[in-house]
């Protein structure tokens, strides 16, 4: 069974503070994913890796980097948490050309 | 790049009824379509995805139809029961890992 997992289900930060999403893989899959999920506008993919070391723009960067240093773990950082960052967080990993795994979300609040 | 809209928005239908969800994608050369099931807490999972060569998948109570001349795909539900209750999120891709999504669809079946 694949089993994504992510740090935290849910997290409050203040306004400015560096926030650390970990999520981690145990299926040797070779992408993964953040999205945000907010009401009303479905996931949006945020930033994606294809291997080690390699990240990918997704549609809204802006605010966010990552970091994949190790296959299984991929990290997202807000550099200075705003309150407009505050939603659900999804990973998710694959196999190239196949199913995307989802972990279980981590909601965010910033304050 | 491409988009994904999909209507409706909530559907709330009775036991037995049937449920149908459109999606339509603006890029031609998109040739993957996923659905995913989110029911209320969890996890975003596949249930059932087709690719551009097939008009047509079919798995127990779930179908999936792609018309590529109209750039629409629906998900077909029949026979709906309670545990069909969730929301259902269509995506679209071309030969990349990188999945749009839609906003998604709040289902209600009523017992």
């Known amino acids: 069974d694949v089993k994504v997992t992510q740090s935290s289900r849910y997290l409050v930060k203040r306004t400015g503070e560096k926030v650390f999403l970990e999520c981690v893989q145990d299926?040797?899959?070779?992408?993964m994913f953040w999205y945000r999920q907010d009401p009303g506008l479905g996931l949006r993919l945020i930033y994606f890796?294809?291997?080690?070391?390699?990240?990918e723009k997704g549609d809204i960067p802006e605010g966010y980097s990552v970091s994949r240093e190790k296959k299984e773990r991929f990290s997202l950082i807000l550099e200075s948490a705003s309150t407009n960052q505050t939603s659900m967080y999804l990973c998710?990993?694959?196999?190239?050309?196949?199913?995307?795994?989802f972990g279980p979300g981590t909601r965010l609040t910033v304050t | 790049g491409e988009n994904v809209e999909q209507h409706p928005s909530t559907l709330s239908v009775q036991e037995g009824d049937s449920a149908v969800i459109k999606c339509t994608y603006s890029?031609?050369?998109?040739?993957?379509f996923p659905w995913y099931k989110q029911e209320l807490g969890k996890r975003p999972q596949l249930i059932i995805d087709?690719?551009?060569?097939?008009g047509e998948k079919k798995d127990q109570r779930i179908a999936v139809t792609l018309n590529k001349t109209a750039k629409h795909f629906s998900l077909h539900i029949t026979e709906t029961q309670p545990e069909d209750s969730a929301v259902y999120f269509c995506?679209?891709?071309?030969?990349?890992?990188?999945?749009?999504f839609g906003t998604g669809t709040r289902l209600q079946v009523f017992p």
């Open positions: 998710a990993s694959s196999l190239r050309w196949d199913e995307q795994y």
């Open positions: 299926m040797d899959h070779e992408n």
């Open positions: 890796s294809y291997d080690v070391k390699m990240k």
């Open positions: 890029d031609s050369a998109s040739n993957y």
């Open positions: 087709i690719r551009s060569n097939v």
């Open positions: 995506a679209a891709s071309y030969n990349t890992d990188k999945l749009i």
